[in-house]
């Protein structure tokens, strides 16, 4: 940074004096934390593979405003960092989780959003490998932190429902209604019922909308280990795609994968999955092709 010259701080110093006339809001960053996560099979579903579907990390709020309510990690930016340096702080405190990647979502800034101040949030999503965040726990002012997992996502046609679970039981659903747009996945309109803190609900479903915007094909890699089964890939599909006549012809979509000119998979040669089990033929392992990561 260059050096300030007498001139440079007597004009900072008329800039800062102005400012006083302006309100100035508080920023924070919130963060939708998400990682794969597979149903687990009871004795009579041996024949059966684990359901897949994606988990989201909240927090159970310790203290005003929403005491107790669920809500997303994150709060307010300290004038030494930066935001994502911000966010992954919050994340690290609130639940003992460490962001290896930030993606942004968005700003929320709707003046009324915190009833507390005039607070504007920038929200990121983490994601994370299967079985990472085992250990997460409530800190700072979180009094608990859970996994909680969206089953059978539905956003389709400017309207959306995502259900959240702990076990089998429904812990909470966001429903409402997006317009649909041609860069970004939509714009949540609304939501018809908020049971989170603040905006989160909003800020939720806004993430799913921004991440099922991505390529179905190449967006499924977040969410699978580095070798995995055919049926596994196309089950990751369906779940962030929906039903697609592509992922039903099972023969024409692995050629389409494997014999194109630049094909998204390569096999394991030699290497089938591991049944636990199960009761079926092992399956041939593949994995995604080095020269088609992003």
């Not at 259900?163 to 041609?182: A, H, I, K």
Request: aromatic share 12%; net charge neutral.
């Amino acid at each position: 940074m260059a050096r300030l010259t007498k001139e440079d701080k007597r004009k900072i110093a008329e800039y800062r004096a102005k400012l006083d006339g302006y309100a100035r809001p508080s920023v924070t960053a919130d963060i939708v934390a998400i990682r794969p996560a597979y149903s687990e099979l009871k004795a009579e579903q041996w024949r059966e593979n684990p359901e897949f579907s994606l988990e989201v990390l909240f927090i159970r709020r310790g203290q005003w405003p929403f005491e107790g309510s669920w809500a997303l990690p994150g709060g307010f930016i300290r004038r030494e960092e930066t935001v994502d340096e911000g966010a992954r702080r919050e994340l690290r405190e609130e639940t003992a989780l460490v962001a290896k990647r930030l993606i942004p979502v968005g700003v929320f800034s709707k003046p009324d959003r915190d009833m507390r101040a005039w607070i504007i949030s920038n929200v990121f999503v983490s994601i994370h490998r299967l079985g990472e965040g085992t250990c997460i726990k409530g800190g700072d002012d979180a009094a608990d932190a859970k996994w909680l997992r969206v089953k059978q996502p539905e956003v389709s046609r400017g309207s959306f429902r995502l259900p959240f679970f702990e076990g089998d039981r429904q812990v909470f659903s966001l429903t409402g209604t997006y317009r649909e747009e041609d860069f970004g996945g939509g714009t949540v309109l609304h939501v018809d019922e908020n049971p989170l803190a603040f905006d989160h609900g909003e800020i939720v479903a806004q993430t799913f909308l921004r991440i099922l915007s991505f390529e179905t094909k190449k967006l499924a890699f977040f969410f699978l280990p580095e070798k995995f089964t055919l049926g596994n890939y196309i089950e990751v599909c369906r779940y962030l795609g929906g039903e697609s006549p592509e992922w039903s012809n099972i023969p024409n979509f692995r050629r389409q994968l494997t014999a194109t000119k630049n094909p998204l998979l390569e096999v394991c040669e030699g290497e089938y999955e591991e049944l636990d089990g199960r009761g079926h033929a092992p399956a041939k392992l593949y994995r995604r092709r080095i020269d088609n990561h992003a």
